[in-house]
C-alpha cells in the first residue's frame, strides 16, 4: 500500500508505484501553497516553506511553530 504524501489518496495493486507517481503528477504538478496574507503574492511549493515565510514576513499573522496536527 502506497500512501500519497500530499493528499494521502492510496494506492494499492501491481501498479500502485507507476499510479502514484502518475497520480502526483497529474494532481499535484500545479498545486502551490499561497500566502494567505493579503497583498503578498508569494507562493510555495510547500506548506512548510509557506510557514516559513508567513513566520518571517508576516510575524503578525502570529503562525503557531510548525508542527503538524490534524
Ligand atoms: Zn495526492
Ligand atoms: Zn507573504
Known amino acids: 500500500m502506497l500512501c500519497c504524501s500530499l493528499c494521502n489518496s492510496r494506492f494499492s495493486g501491481e501498479y500502485r508505484s507507476g499510479n502514484l507517481q502518475r497520480h502526483k503528477r497529474t494532481k ?6 499561497l500566502c494567505p496574507r493579503a497583498g503578498c503574492l508569494r507562493t510555495f511549493a510547500r506548506k512548510d516553506a509557506r510557514l ?3 513566520r518571517r ?6 503562525r503557531p511553530p510548525a508542527v503538524s496536527r490534524r
Do not use: G, N, S, Y
Open 28 to 33: 499535484h504538478a500545479e498545486q502551490r501553497f
Open 52 to 54: 516559513k515565510h508567513e
Open 57 to 62: 514576513k508576516h510575524p503578525e499573522l502570529d
